[in-house]
């Protein structure tokens, strides 16, 4: 086993592993930010859910410790490659077709959604775990009482002055996030030896239409709070 | 056809290279890539300057001996090819050819644009032959082996280790190689029972002679005289999971 964990396969096996729990939890995060659109109450009762029901809480360490192994295992690897190439490199390289912008940028773009990350955590998560904030003051929704989320979340993209940029970031990050969904859905899959000359096509393009979703659908909400105002 | 050529020179694998232009005249169309560098060599040996060492043997597109990265692509602008079949039909009269050699940590040139692959043989090594006892001939069709599986063997057997793969690849990776090299073998009764050991004792030699992490850019599949597909290199991953598993 020590073998497995320190060889090209078991490092990139980790990679692939958490990546693909990494796309199940953007699954769950789009589907309950998509009830932005479709009001406060919704929203708010969605975000209580997320905020309260247990195995999300159990979820949230597991997911952070995704997170990390993913970054950490993506440094090392890329590391290694690039020390791989040598010292000396090509004065001309052709791109001579196929190989995509996003197989050949997976770290950069990686990195982009990284960066985001922090802004989120910080504007988001933080204030509602943490520091808390005013927006946040309780609502009573079918005789709950519960946390004004959708305040919070909506405010930051109808906000005069800062909303527009706040929202530009935010679709940016949906789109980059995005990119790297298209190399790596599939890829996770090569990886992990589940691909064949056959499957190979059926997962590309079952990753384009995730990533279409995943990064469409992230990217959407903002726009739509910033043009269309909070309810 | 006229040239320029601007080729790599390095006088040894410890000497710092450099790029040097060179005019070459009359070329004609049909001739091959090679035997361009041939009457360059000529003009070179003529004016008293050493000639461009490069690798070439069979000049059959067989072999796997040419190396070369000609204007930015392996075996230079046309698709599955050795550089030995690159003909001079592929450049216009007055081009500037860039020449360069294979450019990996896992291959040191050893003079101008020659490169030591001795890397491949030592991952070949590591996988060894076929070791255990398989008896005489069998009859004809006694062991049934399904067309699609030996086609496979194959394809994956006509992979001629040329290095194209590695030098083309964004992480300097050698897993289409060593894939091609356990595929050939795994698919087929002989070779399957020591598949799984096999790919776990190539794995690990191309890890400790320092080639890159697929990343899965399919760049390798693209530049692969023989066309070799990357899904070679899912089965590759999975028989070392498989045999960790086992283990």
Known sequence: ???????????????????????????????????????PDTFNIVSHFMGTNPIIQIMQPALAIGFILHIIYATVLTLQNQKARGTEGYSKVVNSHQSSFASKNMYILGGLVLSFLVLHIINFFWKIKVTGDPLLADVMIHGEEMENAYALVAGLFIDPNLGFIYSAVYAIAAIALGLHLTHGFWSAFQTIGFSNDVWRKRLTVVGYLFAMLVGGGFAIIPIFLMLFGAK | MDLKIKAW???????KGGFENYDVQNITEDSSFLEMLDVLNEQLLGEGTEPIAFDHDCREGICGMCSLFVNGRAHGPDTEITTCQLHMRKFKDGDTITIEPWRSGGFPIIKDLMVDRTAYDKILQAGGYVSINTGGVPDGNAIPIAKIDSDEAMDAASCVGCGACVATCKNSSAMLFVSSKVSQLALLPQGKIEGKRRAQAMVAKMDELGFGNCTNTGACEIECPKGISIAHIARLNREFLFATCKD
Request: aromatic content about 10%.
């Open chain 1, 1 to 39: 086993m020590g073998g497995f964990i320190s060889s090209s396969i078991g490092k990139k096996f980790f990679m692939s592993i958490t990546g693909l729990f990494l796309v199940m939890f953007l699954l769950v995060h789009l589907t309950a930010n998509l009830a932005l659109l479709l009001g």
């Open chain 2, 9 to 15: 020179r390095q006088k040894n694998a410890n000497s």
